[in-house]
């Protein structure tokens, strides 16, 4: 079965930088998007940033100018670098990944958080 694995969260500072990947493990044909949300408590899920196949990008209108989303597509990786990041930024981030099973049908998977605490 396909998971996705997530690491790289953390506590940070204001004004710091944390950067995070995810990979798909188990078997799989092919990956579409790729791109990651995030959920406050008491909060909606919202997207931060997604990134196609062909490496177009779109994000979250207050994240613009400091999160960058990238991705190896010989490593099926998935980056979100996050600088001056702000306590508002503290939320569980989870990764998001369209992806085709070799014997299966395209479906969206998740990962299964990874808690970014922005705090000084």
């Known amino acids: 079965q396909v998971q996705l694995v997530e690491s790289g969260g953390g506590l940070a500072q204001p004004g710091g930088s944390l950067r995070l990947s995810c990979v798909p493990s188990?078997?799989?044909?092919?990956?579409?998007?790729m791109g990651w949300y995030r959920q406050a408590p008491g909060k909606q899920r919202e997207l931060v940033a997604r990134?196609?196949?062909?490496?177009?990008?779109n994000y979250l209108d207050s994240v613009k100018g400091r999160f960058t989303i990238s991705r190896d597509n010989a490593k099926n990786t998935v980056y979100l670098q996050m600088n001056d990041l702000k306590p508002e930024d503290t939320a569980v981030y989870l990764c998001?990944?369209?992806?085709?099973?070799?014997?299966?049908?395209?479906?969206?998977?998740w990962g299964q958080g990874t808690q970014v605490t922005v705090s000084s």
């Open positions: 990134i196609t196949s062909g490496r177009s990008t």
């Open positions: 998001n990944a369209r992806i085709r099973p070799w014997s299966g049908a395209w479906s969206d998977y």
């Open positions: 188990g078997s799989f044909l092919n990956i579409d998007y």
